[in-house]
């Protein structure tokens, strides 16, 4: 039976302050929710990830050392000076977290009095929080009964591990590379390039998941910590041919080592030139999982690139009909392709306490914490 509700609706919401004290404050706020209208629906929160993206806006890459407990139950932590510049456009603004949800839909304009009862994704932002209104047309529909665990993810992974594989074939690539890639999203990764029989190279940090990936299905996996990495990756890359590459650590030279891999296995496949390789090699910047500034040794000739890549404006670019088509995907494989495993489970009291606040940011493989809100 759906819940019913009355409006407006005391709802209680996790949010991020930077005040001009050069604090940022983590706490708890009751907001109003009115009446939805048109397409609008409003959703009981089931389930919420963190996501690295999530704990960016929600820490604000203030360190999660720094984080202490506040008389109101909230946490606080100071701004180091020199970073405080960079808060300029957050102070005085008190802002939701949390990018992507899961819930059942209980109420709704009269455009989407039809989904009333339903179990759907969300994707909009402020999802640490006990209900939240949001336009249809931001939902991913979910089957009804599917838990807080299975849907919670359901956009933001998926959408971006189908979006990495789209891009590289509409920029004219066949095979990839992809680092931290024994996170959720690259797991999902590894299960849609063996079903697409896409070549993928995988770059991890430990031999554990090196393990964990090769359980998958993955054929290769490269551990950076190892002596031999540099020759097992241009291996790796030769056999594939991958000549484009997907980088969540977006710092140190990891870039640089996989673009020089790329230029080593096309040595020789071309007349020789003084301006190295004419094979185009491409690497996307897609997360920052290392803060340090990124290193390019430039030891791989020129024809190369290096950029941005975000999930929400590659979405605008290819258009609604190709955004729908990978969506029917995930809704399809939520269970199998597209299921996240989490380590740690919070609801929004919980999660403003510093040992989980510091354990959240740790980002270590199989720590990922899951709010749910209405507990």
């Known amino acids: 039976m759906t819940e019913k509700v009355e ?37 009981r929160v089931e389930g919420a990830p963190m996501n690295p993206s999530d704990l960016g806006s929600m820490l604000g890459g203030v360190s999660a050392d720094a984080f202490r407990l506040t008389d109101n139950g909230g946490l606080v932590a100071d701004i180091p000076e020199a970073d405080f510049g960079r808060f300029s456009e957050r102070v005085g603004q008190s802002i939701g977290v949390g990018l992507e949800g899961m819930g059942t839909v209980v109420a709704a304009g009269e455009l989407a009095q039809h989904l009333v009862g339903n179990v759907v994704a969300m994707v909009g932002g402020g999802m640490y929080t006990q209900y939240r209104k949001i336009n249809a ?24 591990s189908l979006s990495l594989v789209e891009t590289m074939r509409r920029d004219g690539h066949t095979a990839l590379v992809h680092t931290a890639a024994a996170s959720n999203l690259g797991q999902m990764l590894v299960k849609i390039c063996k079903s697409d029989g896409v070549g993928l190279v995988n770059v991890v940090r430990s031999e554990a998941q090196v393990t964990l990936l090769k359980g998958l299905g993955a054929k290769y996996v490269c551990n950076s910590s190892s002596p031999t990495f540099d020759d097992e990756l241009v291996a790796a890359i030769g056999e594939t041919g991958a000549t484009i590459a997907f980088d969540a650590v977006g710092g140190g030279d990891l870039a640089s080592r996989i673009l020089a891999a790329m230029e080593r296995a096309n040595t020789g496949k071309t007349p020789y030139s003084r301006y190295g390789s004419n094979v185009y090699k491409q690497v996307y910047f897609y997360g920052g999982l290392d803060t340090s500034p990124i290193v390019l040794r430039k030891n791989y000739g020129m024809a190369w690139g290096a950029g941005g890549w975000l999930l929400f404006p590659f979405l605008e670019k290819i258009g609604n009909e190709a955004t729908a088509a990978l969506k029917a995907r995930v809704e399809r494989e939520i269970y199998t392709t597209f299921a996240s495993e989490f380590g740690h489970s919070a609801t929004i009291r919980e999660i403003l306490c510093p040992e989980k606040i510091r354990v959240a940011a740790a980002r270590s493989t199989g720590s990922k914490f899951l709010i749910k809100p209405n507990l």
């Open 7 to 43: 409006f407006p609706l005391a709802n209680c919401e996790l949010r991020s302050f930077v005040g001009e004290d050069a604090r940022l404050y983590l706490s708890l706020e009751v907001v109003e929710i009115g009446s939805p209208v048109g397409d609008e629906l409003v959703v």
């Open 137 to 160: 047309g931001d939902c991913l529909a979910l089957p009804n009964g599917t838990s807080p665990e299975d849907g919670a993810g359901a956009f933001v992974n998926p959408m971006t």
